[in-house]
Protein backbone atom coordinates (compact mmCIF):
# COMPACT_ATOMS: atom_id res chain seq x y z
CA UNK A 1 0.00 0.00 0.00
CA UNK A 2 1.21 3.26 -1.30
CA UNK A 3 1.44 5.94 1.40
CA UNK A 4 2.52 9.59 1.32
CA UNK A 5 2.90 11.46 4.37
CA UNK A 6 3.89 14.96 5.15
CA UNK A 7 5.03 16.52 7.96
CA UNK A 8 6.68 20.25 8.94
CA UNK A 9 3.14 22.58 8.88
CA UNK A 10 2.33 24.92 10.79
CA UNK A 11 1.67 28.70 11.73
CA UNK A 12 4.55 30.96 11.07
CA UNK A 13 4.82 35.05 10.47
CA UNK A 14 5.32 36.71 7.32
CA UNK A 15 8.75 36.58 6.84
CA UNK A 16 9.39 32.89 8.16
CA UNK A 17 10.33 29.73 7.13
CA UNK A 18 9.17 26.17 6.83
CA UNK A 19 10.62 22.79 5.47
CA UNK A 20 7.93 20.61 4.68
CA UNK A 21 8.59 16.91 4.63
CA UNK A 22 6.58 14.05 2.86
CA UNK A 23 7.76 10.54 3.54
CA UNK A 24 7.20 7.87 1.02
CA UNK A 25 6.65 3.91 1.79
CA UNK A 26 4.89 1.39 -0.73
CA UNK A 27 6.94 2.23 -3.85
CA UNK A 28 10.11 2.68 -5.75
CA UNK A 29 10.32 6.23 -4.70
CA UNK A 30 13.54 6.77 -7.26
CA UNK A 31 10.76 6.25 -10.26
CA UNK A 32 8.81 8.99 -9.34
CA UNK A 33 8.41 12.20 -9.89
CA UNK A 34 7.44 13.82 -6.91
CA UNK A 35 5.77 17.18 -6.78
CA UNK A 36 4.15 19.95 -3.90
CA UNK A 37 0.82 21.13 -4.65
CA UNK A 38 -1.03 23.47 -2.62
CA UNK A 39 -4.69 24.89 -1.95
CA UNK A 40 -6.14 27.72 -0.43
CA UNK A 41 -9.74 28.03 0.99
CA UNK A 42 -12.06 28.92 -1.93
CA UNK A 43 -9.54 28.20 -4.13
CA UNK A 44 -8.36 25.57 -6.70
CA UNK A 45 -5.04 23.20 -5.90
CA UNK A 46 -1.76 24.87 -7.12
CA UNK A 47 0.92 23.12 -8.91
CA UNK A 48 3.83 24.54 -6.34
CA UNK A 49 7.13 22.77 -7.23
CA UNK A 50 7.94 19.52 -8.97
CA UNK A 51 11.28 17.74 -8.70
CA UNK A 52 11.72 14.97 -11.50
CA UNK A 53 13.77 11.55 -11.17
CA UNK A 54 16.90 10.96 -12.24
CA UNK A 55 16.20 9.80 -15.62
CA UNK A 56 15.14 13.22 -16.10
CA UNK A 57 17.92 14.96 -14.40
CA UNK A 58 16.17 15.68 -11.19
CA UNK A 59 14.74 18.57 -13.59
CA UNK A 60 12.75 21.33 -11.41
CA UNK A 61 10.05 23.71 -11.82
CA UNK A 62 8.00 26.20 -9.34
CA UNK A 63 5.25 28.09 -9.55
CA UNK A 64 6.47 31.68 -10.42
CA UNK A 65 4.92 33.02 -6.83
CA UNK A 66 7.35 31.32 -5.15
CA UNK A 67 10.46 31.34 -7.11
CA UNK A 68 13.35 32.27 -5.53
CA UNK A 69 11.58 31.37 -1.67
CA UNK A 70 10.85 27.81 -1.73
CA UNK A 71 13.27 24.88 -2.87
CA UNK A 72 12.45 21.24 -3.34
CA UNK A 73 14.57 18.78 -2.69
CA UNK A 74 14.70 14.99 -2.20
CA UNK A 75 16.26 12.03 -0.92
CA UNK A 76 16.27 8.94 -2.74
CA UNK A 77 17.85 7.09 0.53
CA UNK A 78 15.32 8.21 2.33
CA UNK A 79 12.14 8.35 -0.02
CA UNK A 80 11.54 12.01 1.01
CA UNK A 81 10.95 14.99 -0.46
CA UNK A 82 11.46 18.32 0.87
CA UNK A 83 9.82 21.81 0.43
CA UNK A 84 12.12 24.50 2.18
CA UNK A 85 9.72 27.64 2.11
CA UNK A 86 11.60 30.66 3.34
CA UNK A 87 10.21 34.82 2.94
CA UNK A 88 6.95 33.00 3.82
CA UNK A 89 3.95 35.76 3.37
CA UNK A 90 0.44 35.38 4.26
CA UNK A 91 -0.56 34.36 0.66
CA UNK A 92 1.21 31.02 1.40
CA UNK A 93 -1.45 30.36 3.84
CA UNK A 94 -2.74 26.97 2.28
CA UNK A 95 -2.87 23.12 2.62
CA UNK A 96 0.39 21.52 0.88
CA UNK A 97 0.12 18.29 -0.24
CA UNK A 98 2.72 16.07 -1.85
CA UNK A 99 2.08 14.14 -4.58
CA UNK A 100 3.69 10.95 -6.58
CA UNK A 101 3.76 10.72 -10.00
CA UNK A 102 5.23 7.46 -12.03
CA UNK A 103 7.73 8.63 -14.34
CA UNK A 104 6.83 6.51 -17.45
CA UNK A 105 3.02 5.38 -15.97
CA UNK A 106 1.23 8.58 -15.69
CA UNK A 107 -2.18 6.87 -14.45
CA UNK A 108 -0.17 5.62 -11.45
CA UNK A 109 -0.08 8.29 -8.76
CA UNK A 110 -0.52 9.36 -5.35
CA UNK A 111 -1.71 12.00 -2.89
CA UNK A 112 -0.12 12.61 0.41
CA UNK A 113 -3.28 13.89 3.33
CA UNK A 114 -2.11 17.11 3.54
CA UNK A 115 -0.28 19.21 6.11
CA UNK A 116 -1.49 22.94 6.73
CA UNK A 117 0.99 25.88 6.69
CA UNK A 118 -0.29 29.66 7.92
CA UNK A 119 1.23 32.50 7.24
CA UNK A 120 0.09 35.45 9.86
CA UNK A 121 1.25 37.49 12.37
Known amino acids: QVQLVESGGGLVQPGGSLRLSCAAS????????MSWYRQAPGKQRELVATITTITNSYGINYVDSVKGRFTISRDNAKNTVYLQMNSLKPEDTAVYYCHARHMTVSSRDYWGQGTQVTVSS
Open 26 to 33: GLIFSSYH
